[in-house]
Protein backbone atom coordinates (compact mmCIF):
# COMPACT_ATOMS: atom_id res chain seq x y z
CA UNK A 1 0.00 0.00 0.00
CA UNK A 2 1.36 3.72 -0.89
CA UNK A 3 1.81 6.06 1.92
CA UNK A 4 1.26 9.77 2.37
CA UNK A 5 2.30 12.15 4.87
CA UNK A 6 1.17 15.88 5.63
CA UNK A 7 4.43 16.81 7.51
CA UNK A 8 6.01 19.53 6.30
CA UNK A 9 9.55 19.26 4.98
CA UNK A 10 11.58 22.91 3.85
CA UNK A 11 14.20 21.15 2.15
CA UNK A 12 11.69 19.09 -0.63
CA UNK A 13 9.80 21.88 -0.97
CA UNK A 14 6.35 19.91 0.21
CA UNK A 15 4.41 18.73 2.83
CA UNK A 16 3.07 15.94 0.84
CA UNK A 17 4.92 12.60 0.71
CA UNK A 18 4.31 9.84 -1.70
CA UNK A 19 5.52 6.27 -1.42
CA UNK A 20 4.90 3.88 -4.27
CA UNK A 21 4.82 0.28 -3.44
CA UNK A 22 4.14 -3.05 -4.49
CA UNK A 23 0.56 -4.21 -3.34
CA UNK A 24 -2.58 -5.57 -4.47
CA UNK A 25 -4.88 -3.20 -6.02
CA UNK A 26 -1.80 -0.34 -6.82
CA UNK A 27 -0.33 0.44 -9.65
CA UNK A 28 3.09 -1.19 -10.69
CA UNK A 29 6.41 0.50 -9.08
CA UNK A 30 7.82 1.72 -12.11
CA UNK A 31 10.47 4.65 -12.89
CA UNK A 32 7.30 6.58 -14.83
CA UNK A 33 5.38 5.99 -11.30
CA UNK A 34 7.60 7.40 -9.00
CA UNK A 35 8.15 11.05 -11.83
CA UNK A 36 3.85 10.98 -11.25
CA UNK A 37 3.98 10.71 -7.53
CA UNK A 38 6.91 13.63 -7.68
CA UNK A 39 4.77 15.60 -9.79
CA UNK A 40 2.04 15.40 -7.70
CA UNK A 41 4.42 16.38 -4.30
CA UNK A 42 5.14 19.21 -6.43
CA UNK A 43 1.71 20.24 -6.90
CA UNK A 44 0.28 19.69 -3.25
CA UNK A 45 -2.02 16.72 -4.71
CA UNK A 46 -2.69 13.36 -3.04
CA UNK A 47 -4.34 10.71 -5.44
CA UNK A 48 -7.28 9.28 -3.78
CA UNK A 49 -5.86 5.21 -4.40
CA UNK A 50 -2.93 5.90 -2.06
CA UNK A 51 -5.29 6.98 0.65
CA UNK A 52 -8.48 5.51 0.20
CA UNK A 53 -8.47 2.92 3.12
CA UNK A 54 -7.60 5.79 5.76
CA UNK A 55 -10.53 8.03 4.41
CA UNK A 56 -13.34 5.58 3.22
CA UNK A 57 -13.28 2.65 5.97
CA UNK A 58 -15.67 0.47 6.27
CA UNK A 59 -16.95 1.03 9.58
CA UNK A 60 -15.67 3.89 11.69
CA UNK A 61 -12.51 4.28 13.20
CA UNK A 62 -12.03 7.11 15.93
CA UNK A 63 -8.47 8.36 16.66
CA UNK A 64 -10.09 8.19 20.05
CA UNK A 65 -9.50 5.56 22.27
CA UNK A 66 -11.74 4.37 25.67
CA UNK A 67 -10.59 5.91 28.75
CA UNK A 68 -11.44 5.86 32.22
CA UNK A 69 -11.24 8.54 34.60
CA UNK A 70 -11.78 8.05 38.36
CA UNK A 71 -13.53 10.31 40.16
CA UNK A 72 -11.45 9.88 43.52
CA UNK A 73 -8.37 11.60 41.42
CA UNK A 74 -9.62 14.38 39.34
CA UNK A 75 -10.99 15.45 42.66
CA UNK A 76 -8.16 15.28 44.62
CA UNK A 77 -5.76 17.14 42.02
CA UNK A 78 -8.40 19.62 41.79
CA UNK A 79 -8.26 20.69 45.01
CA UNK A 80 -4.46 21.17 44.76
CA UNK A 81 -4.92 23.53 42.00
CA UNK A 82 -7.86 25.15 43.98
CA UNK A 83 -4.60 26.01 46.75
CA UNK A 84 -2.27 26.72 43.87
CA UNK A 85 -3.79 28.28 40.86
CA UNK A 86 -6.07 31.76 40.77
CA UNK A 87 -8.83 32.09 39.10
CA UNK A 88 -9.70 35.68 37.16
CA UNK A 89 -8.31 37.20 33.63
CA UNK A 90 -6.20 34.73 32.00
CA UNK A 91 -7.43 31.58 33.21
CA UNK A 92 -10.98 32.46 33.17
CA UNK A 93 -11.53 28.89 35.09
CA UNK A 94 -9.84 26.15 36.69
CA UNK A 95 -11.21 23.88 34.74
CA UNK A 96 -8.77 20.62 34.01
CA UNK A 97 -10.04 18.64 31.07
CA UNK A 98 -9.86 15.20 30.39
CA UNK A 99 -7.10 14.60 27.76
CA UNK A 100 -7.80 11.37 25.26
CA UNK A 101 -4.71 9.55 25.38
CA UNK A 102 -4.66 9.09 21.51
CA UNK A 103 -5.24 12.61 20.66
CA UNK A 104 -1.88 14.11 20.91
CA UNK A 105 -2.13 15.83 24.15
CA UNK A 106 -5.00 18.23 23.21
CA UNK A 107 -7.68 18.84 25.68
CA UNK A 108 -10.07 17.27 23.73
CA UNK A 109 -12.08 13.75 25.66
CA UNK A 110 -13.30 12.88 22.09
CA UNK A 111 -12.44 14.43 18.42
CA UNK A 112 -15.84 16.99 19.24
CA UNK A 113 -16.18 16.93 23.12
CA UNK A 114 -14.93 18.19 25.49
CA UNK A 115 -15.11 17.28 29.53
CA UNK A 116 -13.71 18.81 32.44
CA UNK A 117 -13.87 19.53 36.37
CA UNK A 118 -14.04 22.98 37.37
CA UNK A 119 -13.42 23.74 41.34
CA UNK A 120 -14.23 27.00 43.03
CA UNK A 121 -13.15 27.29 46.31
CA UNK A 122 -15.31 29.39 48.83
CA UNK A 123 -16.12 32.93 48.67
CA UNK A 124 -14.61 32.78 45.07
CA UNK A 125 -15.87 33.94 41.72
CA UNK A 126 -15.36 32.88 38.01
CA UNK A 127 -15.14 36.07 36.27
CA UNK A 128 -17.88 36.72 33.13
CA UNK A 129 -17.38 35.67 29.68
CA UNK A 130 -19.60 34.17 27.05
CA UNK A 131 -18.12 31.72 23.74
CA UNK A 132 -19.76 30.56 21.00
CA UNK A 133 -18.86 27.36 22.10
CA UNK A 134 -22.45 25.56 23.50
CA UNK A 135 -22.01 24.64 26.99
CA UNK A 136 -23.37 22.50 30.52
CA UNK A 137 -22.64 21.96 34.24
CA UNK A 138 -23.60 18.71 35.53
CA UNK A 139 -22.91 18.47 39.36
CA UNK A 140 -22.38 14.73 40.89
CA UNK A 141 -21.78 16.13 44.63
CA UNK A 142 -22.10 19.30 46.81
CA UNK A 143 -24.33 22.75 46.39
CA UNK A 144 -23.53 26.73 47.05
CA UNK A 145 -22.62 27.44 43.77
CA UNK A 146 -24.75 29.96 41.43
CA UNK A 147 -23.68 30.15 37.84
CA UNK A 148 -25.46 33.62 36.24
CA UNK A 149 -26.95 33.79 33.05
CA UNK A 150 -27.37 36.69 31.33
CA UNK A 151 -27.98 38.27 34.76
CA UNK A 152 -29.71 35.20 36.29
CA UNK A 153 -28.27 32.92 39.25
CA UNK A 154 -29.15 29.69 38.94
CA UNK A 155 -28.66 27.31 41.65
CA UNK A 156 -26.20 24.17 41.15
CA UNK A 157 -26.97 20.89 43.70
CA UNK A 158 -26.33 17.65 43.36
CA UNK A 159 -28.16 15.92 40.26
CA UNK A 160 -28.67 19.67 38.45
CA UNK A 161 -28.22 19.74 34.97
CA UNK A 162 -27.27 23.27 33.79
CA UNK A 163 -27.37 23.48 29.81
CA UNK A 164 -26.34 27.09 28.22
CA UNK A 165 -26.30 27.91 24.73
CA UNK A 166 -23.34 29.52 23.05
CA UNK A 167 -22.80 33.03 23.36
CA UNK A 168 -24.31 33.99 26.38
CA UNK A 169 -22.36 35.96 29.25
CA UNK A 170 -22.02 34.04 32.44
CA UNK A 171 -20.37 34.23 35.83
CA UNK A 172 -20.01 31.87 38.67
CA UNK A 173 -19.81 32.88 42.57
CA UNK A 174 -18.91 30.05 45.11
CA UNK A 175 -21.23 31.66 48.56
CA UNK A 176 -20.54 28.89 50.71
CA UNK A 177 -17.40 28.33 52.87
CA UNK A 178 -16.89 24.70 50.96
CA UNK A 179 -15.27 24.33 47.76
CA UNK A 180 -17.91 22.89 45.23
CA UNK A 181 -16.37 20.33 41.76
CA UNK A 182 -18.29 19.62 39.24
CA UNK A 183 -18.08 18.52 35.15
CA UNK A 184 -18.36 21.10 32.27
CA UNK A 185 -19.09 19.43 28.88
CA UNK A 186 -18.50 21.61 25.74
CA UNK A 187 -18.55 21.18 21.77
CA UNK A 188 -14.94 22.69 22.23
CA UNK A 189 -13.05 20.32 19.32
CA UNK A 190 -15.60 20.50 17.51
CA UNK A 191 -15.47 24.40 17.02
CA UNK A 192 -11.97 24.09 17.35
CA UNK A 193 -11.55 21.78 14.03
CA UNK A 194 -14.55 23.48 12.60
CA UNK A 195 -12.53 27.15 13.25
CA UNK A 196 -16.21 28.60 13.97
CA UNK A 197 -15.39 29.54 17.62
CA UNK A 198 -15.39 33.11 19.22
CA UNK A 199 -14.62 34.55 22.81
CA UNK A 200 -15.61 37.46 24.56
CA UNK A 201 -14.28 38.96 27.96
CA UNK A 202 -17.72 40.20 30.40
CA UNK A 203 -17.38 42.31 33.68
CA UNK A 204 -14.99 41.19 36.36
CA UNK A 205 -17.32 41.40 39.07
CA UNK A 206 -20.99 40.87 38.86
CA UNK A 207 -23.69 43.32 40.69
CA UNK A 208 -24.77 42.92 44.19
CA UNK A 209 -27.87 42.17 42.77
CA UNK A 210 -26.82 39.04 40.72
CA UNK A 211 -25.26 37.84 43.54
CA UNK A 212 -28.27 36.97 45.33
CA UNK A 213 -28.88 32.97 46.16
CA UNK A 214 -32.43 32.05 45.11
CA UNK A 215 -33.75 28.51 45.49
CA UNK A 216 -34.92 28.70 41.66
CA UNK A 217 -33.31 30.84 38.46
CA UNK A 218 -35.58 33.07 36.61
CA UNK A 219 -35.89 31.33 33.94
CA UNK A 220 -36.97 28.04 36.32
CA UNK A 221 -39.90 29.98 37.39
CA UNK A 222 -40.55 30.64 33.73
CA UNK A 223 -40.09 27.16 31.89
CA UNK A 224 -39.44 25.23 34.18
CA UNK A 225 -42.88 23.40 35.00
CA UNK A 226 -42.99 19.94 33.56
CA UNK A 227 -45.23 19.89 30.02
CA UNK A 228 -46.16 23.87 30.09
CA UNK A 229 -44.96 26.12 27.77
CA UNK A 230 -45.26 29.95 28.64
CA UNK A 231 -47.07 31.64 25.76
CA UNK A 232 -45.65 34.66 26.34
CA UNK A 233 -42.02 33.96 25.65
CA UNK A 234 -39.99 32.87 23.01
CA UNK A 235 -36.88 31.93 23.30
CA UNK A 236 -34.05 34.16 21.78
CA UNK A 237 -31.20 32.24 21.14
CA UNK A 238 -30.83 28.13 20.33
CA UNK A 239 -30.83 25.72 23.28
CA UNK A 240 -33.12 25.87 25.49
CA UNK A 241 -34.45 28.32 27.73
CA UNK A 242 -34.37 26.30 30.57
CA UNK A 243 -31.27 26.69 32.78
CA UNK A 244 -31.99 24.00 35.34
CA UNK A 245 -32.94 20.73 35.13
CA UNK A 246 -33.24 19.68 38.87
CA UNK A 247 -32.50 16.23 40.23
CA UNK A 248 -35.50 16.01 41.71
CA UNK A 249 -37.56 15.34 38.55
CA UNK A 250 -34.86 13.25 36.86
CA UNK A 251 -35.06 11.06 39.78
CA UNK A 252 -39.17 10.55 39.96
CA UNK A 253 -39.01 9.72 35.94
CA UNK A 254 -36.50 7.04 35.95
CA UNK A 255 -37.68 5.84 39.07
CA UNK A 256 -41.50 5.54 38.15
CA UNK A 257 -40.13 4.18 34.96
CA UNK A 258 -38.64 0.86 36.81
CA UNK A 259 -41.56 0.88 39.12
CA UNK A 260 -43.59 0.42 35.79
CA UNK A 261 -41.86 -2.17 34.08
CA UNK A 262 -42.09 -4.23 38.04
CA UNK A 263 -46.38 -3.80 37.53
CA UNK A 264 -45.78 -5.32 34.08
CA UNK A 265 -46.50 -2.01 32.23
CA UNK A 266 -43.19 -1.45 30.18
CA UNK A 267 -41.60 2.32 30.31
CA UNK A 268 -38.25 1.19 30.18
CA UNK A 269 -35.85 1.15 27.08
CA UNK A 270 -34.71 -2.79 28.17
CA UNK A 271 -35.10 -5.19 31.10
CA UNK A 272 -33.83 -3.08 34.53
CA UNK A 273 -32.72 -0.10 32.22
CA UNK A 274 -34.73 3.08 32.38
CA UNK A 275 -33.26 6.33 30.33
CA UNK A 276 -34.55 10.06 29.72
CA UNK A 277 -33.18 12.32 27.71
CA UNK A 278 -32.89 16.27 28.65
CA UNK A 279 -34.74 17.96 25.96
CA UNK A 280 -36.22 21.91 25.10
CA UNK A 281 -39.05 22.68 26.47
CA UNK A 282 -39.89 25.06 24.04
CA UNK A 283 -40.09 22.20 20.73
CA UNK A 284 -38.88 19.14 22.39
CA UNK A 285 -35.44 19.48 20.81
CA UNK A 286 -32.06 18.91 22.18
CA UNK A 287 -30.88 21.35 24.85
CA UNK A 288 -28.06 22.05 23.24
CA UNK A 289 -27.35 22.20 19.01
CA UNK A 290 -24.09 20.18 19.45
CA UNK A 291 -25.00 17.83 22.99
CA UNK A 292 -27.13 15.42 23.98
CA UNK A 293 -27.70 15.09 27.71
CA UNK A 294 -29.24 11.91 28.72
CA UNK A 295 -29.38 10.32 32.58
CA UNK A 296 -29.64 6.27 32.31
CA UNK A 297 -30.25 4.07 35.77
CA UNK A 298 -29.33 0.33 35.20
CA UNK A 299 -31.36 -1.68 38.40
CA UNK A 300 -29.15 -3.93 40.28
CA UNK A 301 -28.20 -6.96 38.64
CA UNK A 302 -29.39 -5.85 34.60
CA UNK A 303 -26.90 -5.50 32.61
CA UNK A 304 -27.63 -3.23 29.50
CA UNK A 305 -26.93 -4.26 25.67
CA UNK A 306 -23.66 -3.35 23.56
CA UNK A 307 -24.88 -0.33 21.47
CA UNK A 308 -22.74 0.58 18.95
CA UNK A 309 -23.49 4.75 17.66
CA UNK A 310 -21.40 6.66 15.43
CA UNK A 311 -20.52 9.73 16.90
CA UNK A 312 -19.00 10.00 20.69
CA UNK A 313 -20.17 10.41 24.21
CA UNK A 314 -18.91 11.03 27.73
CA UNK A 315 -20.56 9.05 31.00
CA UNK A 316 -20.21 9.86 34.59
CA UNK A 317 -21.56 8.07 37.14
CA UNK A 318 -23.66 9.70 38.97
CA UNK A 319 -24.13 7.02 41.76
CA UNK A 320 -23.52 3.17 42.31
CA UNK A 321 -21.22 0.78 41.25
CA UNK A 322 -20.92 -1.43 38.22
CA UNK A 323 -18.63 -2.54 35.41
CA UNK A 324 -18.72 -1.08 32.09
CA UNK A 325 -17.66 -2.25 28.79
CA UNK A 326 -15.94 -0.51 25.58
CA UNK A 327 -15.31 -1.98 22.97
CA UNK A 328 -12.17 -4.21 24.27
CA UNK A 329 -12.20 -2.39 28.09
CA UNK A 330 -13.80 -3.50 30.86
CA UNK A 331 -13.69 -1.08 34.45
CA UNK A 332 -15.34 -1.36 37.88
CA UNK A 333 -16.54 1.70 38.23
CA UNK A 334 -17.70 3.65 40.91
CA UNK A 335 -19.80 7.51 41.72
CA UNK A 336 -18.21 10.32 39.96
CA UNK A 337 -15.94 8.17 37.04
CA UNK A 338 -15.59 9.46 33.79
CA UNK A 339 -15.49 7.39 30.91
CA UNK A 340 -15.34 7.65 27.00
CA UNK A 341 -16.94 5.85 24.22
CA UNK A 342 -15.33 6.85 20.90
CA UNK A 343 -17.37 6.25 17.69
CA UNK A 344 -18.82 3.02 16.87
CA UNK A 345 -16.93 1.55 19.60
CA UNK A 346 -19.88 -0.86 21.59
CA UNK A 347 -20.79 0.44 25.06
CA UNK A 348 -22.80 -1.80 27.40
CA UNK A 349 -23.25 -1.50 31.53
CA UNK A 350 -23.82 -3.94 34.38
CA UNK A 351 -24.96 -2.63 37.50
CA UNK A 352 -23.64 -4.07 40.55
CA UNK A 353 -25.11 -1.38 42.80
CA UNK A 354 -26.88 -1.55 46.57
CA UNK A 355 -28.46 0.37 48.59
CA UNK A 356 -25.07 1.08 51.03
CA UNK A 357 -23.49 2.70 47.76
CA UNK A 358 -26.13 4.29 45.86
CA UNK A 359 -29.27 6.44 46.76
CA UNK A 360 -31.41 4.82 44.32
CA UNK A 361 -30.21 0.99 44.54
CA UNK A 362 -28.73 1.21 41.33
CA UNK A 363 -26.49 2.41 38.73
CA UNK A 364 -26.74 5.57 37.72
CA UNK A 365 -25.01 7.11 34.27
CA UNK A 366 -25.08 11.07 33.00
CA UNK A 367 -24.01 10.71 29.63
CA UNK A 368 -23.80 13.62 26.62
CA UNK A 369 -22.99 12.90 23.02
CA UNK A 370 -22.47 14.86 20.05
CA UNK A 371 -25.55 12.80 18.47
CA UNK A 372 -27.27 16.39 17.36
CA UNK A 373 -24.41 16.44 15.04
CA UNK A 374 -24.53 13.56 13.12
CA UNK A 375 -28.27 14.14 13.25
CA UNK A 376 -28.25 17.10 11.27
CA UNK A 377 -25.71 15.93 8.78
CA UNK A 378 -27.70 12.86 8.46
CA UNK A 379 -24.68 10.75 9.34
CA UNK A 380 -26.26 8.96 12.31
CA UNK A 381 -26.47 5.20 12.66
CA UNK A 382 -26.92 2.63 15.74
CA UNK A 383 -26.67 -1.13 16.30
CA UNK A 384 -27.09 -2.94 18.48
CA UNK A 385 -24.55 -6.08 19.30
CA UNK A 386 -25.98 -9.89 20.11
Known amino acids: MTESSLTPDMAHGSPVRLQAVAAEGQPDVTPA ?63 IAL ?39 FVVEGSGVWTVVGGDPVPMNRGDFLPQAGWNWHAHHN ?28 RDEITDAERITPERSRSERLWGHPGLRPLSAVPATPGSPLLSYKWEYTNAALRDQLLLEKEGYGGTVEPGHAAVRYTNPHDGS ?16 AETAPVRETGSSVYQVFDGSGTVTVGSK ?19 AKSEAGSDDSDSGALDLFRFSDAPVFEALRLDRTQKDA
Open 33 to 95: LEDLYRGFEQELLVPLWTEIGDLMPAHPRSRAVPHLWRWRKLRELAAQAGDLVPVGRGGERRA
Open 99 to 137: ANPSLGGRPFATPTLWAAIQYLMPGEDAPEHRHTQHAFR
Open 175 to 202: ATSEPMAWIDGLDIPFQYVTEAQFFEFG
Open 286 to 301: DVLPTIRAEFHRVARG
Open 330 to 348: TWTVTRGDLLVVPSWEPFS
